[in-house]
């Protein structure tokens, strides 16, 4: 699923808003830190990777589980789209999971919290349902990086814990920290072990993969969609002024000149400066060339897609809130049509739509289709298949913990149950009211007690099904089943990589270094000696690493 529908304050798509753009640059974009040239290798606890290929007898056996059949079949990996909800809900999950045992769950939360255990009749509903008691914690999601390292480090985890992959990556030596905190499940999930827990079985198995840490399967997976962002336009505007949308950079740029209006407080973009180095083909992170590895900042495409960034704030056509980096909320920009094209999370098309057709309803946005800066095949940068874990604490007994892997596999229940209804939207009637497309629609008691929870407490298989929104469904489908098989090749595809921690510090102030050229505080010649510095402050150091990577899984 993409997005909670009218009401919902927090949601995956918020969570997936928000996130994939540190994915992209944190997890995705590769930054390595400064570390000196003999710094840690895989394994010497400094950094680790694992090759996914050589997991198989830790994760489980794959059981296909199909609620509904989809209108639109996903193509290249791309979620299979719903274009109605249906009318008889599948059980997915038989008898009451749990046996009546109580639980704390820490996961992310954007926006107020809702009333607690006692005062909250969505949680009574859903824990009946559960047969155990989930008591949630909640942590702001802006902040979320702050509250788990310091509870990493302070070894105090509770019983489920819900923690972002990009988190993950910034956590110092989590590899080594996960299999002292959290409960090993591969005893529990691997191979048939998996059995009694069916809609965690149906679960991609490169996912599961990903949430392998030390040789132990350490937490359930949430399966990503391939592709995290691309570049939104108000297709509303679009009908009305007649413009095209672009297929070429050189076509982007023509069209933020005809766009762009200031004295109309119209501009053509806000920043789109990671999916401009997708259009010009810029790899994701690492190249293979020549015999070795070429990081993005020494390719040719990356010092194109820098100088293209630059003419486009030479030419004034970002709004000025966002060139000046004064912290302007683009989305809202975006919202009001200040903006009308800029890159975001795919998320941001239903988070949109919830926030403004209700109050303009011919409001209208799309994804510009894939394209590459000369109108050739697109390199588009794929996600990990992956993008967080649920972990159990560990010494909780074979019981408790086969417990909360039965309340965990009723949360992975996937669109077309009866479950995802329940922990997605509670009661009918008094948590939501289907509208005339049979869409949930939250009443005002459940704006005010439904929460995503038990949603972020497991993962599930992606369906695009938010058929309450016009032209939604088969609009993305149609984008994503084209976008999809315009993968990059990626040297790493496959391993699990988390990097040494001493390679972090290198990373902001090259991304600072950059980002001054790009608003014209510095010179694109200046790019040359800005990489030189990352090199020698942790750059060929990370080359090593990652070297010795390829050579320890066959891949050199």
């Given at each position: 699923m993409r997005q909670p529908h009218p009401g919902v304050q927090t949601s995956r798509r918020r969570f997936i808003g928000l996130t994939g753009a540190a994915t992209a640059a944190l997890a995705g974009g590769g930054l390595l830190s400064a570390c000196a040239p003999d710094g840690p290798r895989p394994g010497d606890g400094g950094g680790t990777a694992a090759d996914l290929d050589r997991l198989d007898a830790l994760v489980p056996d794959h059981i296909p589980f199909q609620a509904v059949e989809p209108d639109i079949p996903g193509l290249h990996g791309a979620p299979p789209g719903f274009t109605s909800y249906p009318e008889t809900l599948v059980r997915a999950v038989e008898g009451v999971p749990g046996s009546g045992g109580s639980y704390q769950a820490m996961a992310p939360l954007w926006g107020p919290i809702p009333p607690g255990l006692g005062r909250n009749s969505f949680y009574d509903l859903v824990n009946a349902e559960l047969g155990a008691t989930v008591d949630f914690q909640f942590q702001d999601g802006n902040t979320i990086i702050d509250k788990m390292n310091a509870v990493i480090a302070a070894r105090d985890v509770v019983d489920i814990t819900m923690i972002p992959d990009w988190v993950i990556n910034l956590i110092p030596s989590f590899s080594e920290a996960a299999p002292q905190l959290f409960e090993d499940l591969t005893p529990y999930l691997a191979g048939g072990a998996v059995d009694p827990y069916r809609m965690l079985a149906s679960l991609p198995t490169d996912s599961w993969k990903w949430s392998v840490f030390g040789d132990r399967l350490q937490g359930v997976p949430w399966p990503t969609d391939p592709l995290s962002e691309w570049i939104f336009y108000r297709r509303d505007l679009f009908d009305e002024h007649g413009w095209e949308v672009p297929g070429t950079a050189d076509e982007l740029f023509a069209l933020g000149e005809e766009v762009n209006d200031p004295r109309g407080n119209r501009w053509a973009f806000g920043d789109f400066y990671r999916v401009v180095r997708q259009v010009f083909r810029a790899p994701r992170e690492w190249r293979r060339e020549g015999g070795g590895l070429v990081h993005r900042y020494?390719?040719?495409?990356?010092?194109?897609?820098?100088?293209?960034?630059?003419?486009?704030?030479d030419a004034g056509l970002v709004h000025p809130d966002i060139a000046s980096g004064s912290g302007a909320n683009s989305k809202e920009l975006f919202n009001s049509g200040a903006i009308v094209l800029g890159q975001d999370g795919l998320g941001a098309w239903t988070e949109t739509y919830q926030a403004m057709l209700g109050q303009s309803p011919d409001f209208r946005m799309d994804l510009v289709p894939a394209f590459a800066h000369d109108g050739g095949t697109p390199s588009l940068h794929r996600n990990d298949p992956s993008n967080q874990s649920v972990f159990v604490r560990k010494d909780l007994g074979e019981d408790r913990v086969r417990e909360i892997l039965s309340v965990l596999d009723y949360c992975a229940a996937p669109f077309g149950t009866a479950e995802y209804m329940t922990y997605r939207y509670g009661a009918e009637g008094e948590?939501?009211?289907?509208?005339?497309?049979?869409?949930?629609?939250?009443t005002e008691l459940g704006q005010k007690e439904v929460s995503n929870g038990y949603l972020f407490i497991s993962g599930r298989n992606n369906a695009v099904s938010e058929s309450e929104y016009p032209d939604y469904v088969e609009s993305f489908t149609t984008w994503f089943n084209d976008a999809a098989q315009y993968g990059e090749d990626n040297p790493f595809e496959g391993i699990r990589i988390q990097r040494p921690s001493s390679y972090a510090s290198a990373e902001q102030p090259t991304e600072d270094k950059i980002e001054d050229i790009l608003r014209g505080r510095r010179e694109v010649g200046e790019l040359g000696d800005i990489v030189a510095e990352w090199r020698s402050d942790g750059g060929d150091a990370a080359r090593d690493f990652y070297a010795d990577?390829?050579?320890?899984y066959g891949r050199d």
């Open positions: 020494e390719t040719p495409e990356f010092e194109e897609a820098v100088a293209f960034m630059r003419r486009v704030y948590h939501y009211e289907p509208d005339d497309n049979g869409a949930p629609r939250l990577v390829l050579v320890e």
